[in-house]
């Protein structure tokens, strides 16, 4: 029950980051700007993780500049990206390319995926190219591709984590190293925009992302792995896209399209096919002591 419990809140909180981006910078940031919406995240997230870290007596560690740039990476783009698409079709791109990232990744260092894995795929990047294809209902190129690269970089970031012993420590110590780039980035926008825009909503939103959503967020999720098997967790992640879409048209009043509908189930189903294949029990024969 515990296990199930923090799984839960862990992917409400997964959920929870689309619809506060989305709602902090819809109608192209009035609330407040893309770059200022990331900075005040991972730095709110990193001082949320840091007292997280200083309660369990614990100390910076395992985290690096690279996959801090890939958290910085997919944090930029996340925020970009929601001032120009919905949170249900952001979410599905995200989730759907972080997938596909991940799975990419396992093809070039020499897995061989069965049949099943590889149906699933392509029924998985079916359903990415029926969201963006040109069509009256598509969203706009820029957002797709700047959701995309986030999804590809938080992909790099959770490959390069697999097996840190100090998940949290990691976390925190990459949140860290993460806040310089979005205050450069910061700088960069108000150089090339002006003064950055912050309304006080707009600066909560972006603290209950970055410290809610994100830092208790990911340590609960953390708390809860040790206790999933990697398909189970895997699985259980194929929510988070329902959720965000679900609050978007719930609470923001988004539109759940037929496109959304189609290509959403397309992925999902897709994806589950391909990790079907990864939790088939094998014949008796092969689990026949010896």
């Known amino acids: 029950m515990r296990t199930a419990l923090l799984t839960v809140l862990a992917l409400g909180g997964f959920a929870a980051n689309s619809l506060l981006c989305r709602a902090a910078l819809a109608g192209g940031g009035r609330l407040i700007d893309a770059a200022s919406f990331t900075s005040v995240r991972l730095l709110s997230g990193a001082l949320v993780l840091g007292v997280l870290l200083r309660l369990r007596a614990g100390r910076y560690q395992g985290g690096s500049w690279g996959s801090a740039l890939a958290l910085f990476t997919y944090a930029a783009g996340f925020s970009l990206a929601y001032v120009r698409i919905p949170a249900g079709v952001g979410a599905l791109l995200l989730f759907g390319c972080v997938q596909t990232t991940m799975l990419g990744t396992g093809l070039v260092r020499g897995e061989r995926p069965k049949p099943l894995e ?173």
């Open 118 to 290: 590889w149906a699933g795929l392509l029924l998985a990047l079916g359903g990415l190219m029926g969201l963006t294809a040109p069509g009256a209902t598509a969203p706009d190129f820029t957002g797709a591709a700047l959701m995309a690269g986030a999804g590809v970089a938080w992909g790099v970031y959770s490959l390069r984590g697999r097996g840190s012993t100090h998940p949290l420590a990691a976390t925190a110590h990459n949140f860290l190293l993460s806040v310089p780039m979005a205050l450069v980035l910061s700088g960069v926008s108000a150089g090339m925009q002006g003064t950055p825009h912050i309304m006080m909503r707009g600066a909560v939103l972006a603290v209950a992302s970055g410290a809610l959503a994100s830092g208790v967020g990911y340590s609960l999720w953390y708390a809860a792995l040790p206790h999933l098997t990697a398909t189970r967790a895997a699985i259980v992640q194929l929510s988070v896209p329902v959720l965000a879409a679900t609050g978007g048209v719930l609470l923001l009043g988004e539109q759940l399209t037929p496109r959304l509908l189609g290509a959403g189930t397309a992925l999902l189903c897709g994806v589950l096919l391909a990790l079907a294949s990864r939790w088939r029990k094998p014949p008796a024969a092969s689990r026949e002591p010896r």
